[in-house]
């Protein structure tokens, strides 16, 4: 029998209906109806177009107040809302050309496991780092968030640490096991990322999470953070090891690049970055790209050569290391993706076609009926 939820306020109707059709978000926007997302599609409810009273009255008794008054004076907030029973959202307002709109995404109630997720044996020897700057990138919505908190888990199960998580919202909680996890939401438990991180360094910590590096600011007390000894986790929208360094980098002014390069290239002990494609069979599933430290990718990084951390990273397969192009072709092979949503997601797409054709996989462009 199936657990029957009572809906406390009116949006918490939707938020089931979105639950129970397995969308991942969904989308509320004046003179629209509401929009699920499901498996990277977007599917309207059957609803009348919302107006803006419409908007509020689903929006606001769910919203702080103080968030309700901010977002009205700013047009953007952020925030986490959980219907008990049923799961915990992530909840972005903003405002758009006919007027007010909002996201939704679920977080799912239960953490997953590495295991669960799937990943790469050699993403687990992540989570057993002891110092340096570790790094989880890709496109906003590619499971980056699932990802950490994996990595977190695994952490928190297994080592005697301090772990203290800043995030905008705060996404999954971690109750306390082996290890003690402090988590703060911005917003609410500090007026934002800098200032989090800069009381968090004072706080005993072994692992920093940083939700979200978002400024020069930010990146810049990671990269000292990770210098003192720390452990520091974050994340990007990057979605290939290269680019991420080339971005953290790219952050700073060009005088201080060189600098940066150098700390860079010390601290990094890790990147994970990964992009989620359409199954044939319905769902999404991440192609992953893994790098690992080695003095000859510090060499790289220092000497501004990032282009080449790509063919470094086929080099490093005995140490665990996956390139996003090979974890592409792995997903074509088994018959997982389409060879086309392979082709789109490539880092180096002439090789990609080259290795189709090797295949001999047609990767021409398929007519319409």
Request: charged share 25%; aromatic share 4%.
């Amino acid at each position: 029998m199936s657990q029957v939820i009572q809906a406390k306020h009116r949006i918490d109707r939707f938020l089931k209906l979105m639950k129970d059709r397995g969308a991942s978000d969904m989308h509320l926007s004046v003179g629209r109806p509401p929009i699920l997302r499901k498996s990277g599609r977007i599917e309207p409810v059957r609803y009348r177009i919302l107006s803006d009273i419409d908007f509020a009255n689903l929006m606001q008794p769910i919203t702080p107040p103080a968030l309700w008054q901010h977002y009205r004076a700013t047009g953007d907030c952020d925030y986490a809302y959980e219907v008990p029973g049923l799961a915990r959202f992530r909840v972005n307002m903003f405002m758009q050309e006919r007027g007010m709109g909002a996201v939704f995404r679920i977080i799912p109630t239960k953490i997953l496991t590495l295991d669960q997720l799937q990943m790469p044996p050699s993403v687990r020897s992540l989570a057993y780092l002891d110092s340096g700057l570790c790094l989880v990138t890709g496109p906003t919505g590619s499971g980056k968030s699932t990802t950490l908190s994996a990595i977190v888990h695994e952490m928190n199960c297994t080592r005697d640490m301090h772990i203290i998580t800043i995030e905008d919202p705060l996404e999954f909680v971690h109750p306390n096991q082996k290890a003690l996890v402090s988590q703060r939401e911005v917003g609410t438990h500090s007026k934002g990322f800098r200032p989090a991180l800069k009381a968090a360094v004072r706080e005993d910590p072994d692992c920093i999470l940083v939700g979200e590096m978002r400024d020069l600011e930010t990146i810049s007390m990671a990269l000292s953070a990770a210098e003192t000894g720390l452990l520091v986790f974050g994340t990007l929208h990057t979605n290939s090891a290269a680019k991420t360094m080339d971005r953290v980098i790219n952050v700073f002014p060009t005088d201080r690049q060189a600098g940066v390069r150098s700390v860079l290239s010390v601290v990094t002990r890790g990147v994970l970055a990964q992009q989620l494609l359409r199954r044939k069979e319905g769902g999404r599933v991440a192609a992953i790209e893994v790098l690992f430290y080695t003095p000859a990718i510090g060499a790289l990084i220092r000497e501004g050569k990032t282009h080449q951390i790509n063919g470094a990273i086929q080099q490093g397969r005995s140490k665990g290391m996956i390139g996003m192009d090979a974890s592409l072709r792995k997903l074509v092979q088994e018959d997982v993706i389409d060879v086309h949503a392979a082709l789109e997601k490539a880092l180096d797409k002439d090789e990609m076609r080259k290795w189709c054709q090797a295949q001999g996989i047609d990767v021409s462009v398929p007519e319409d009926d």
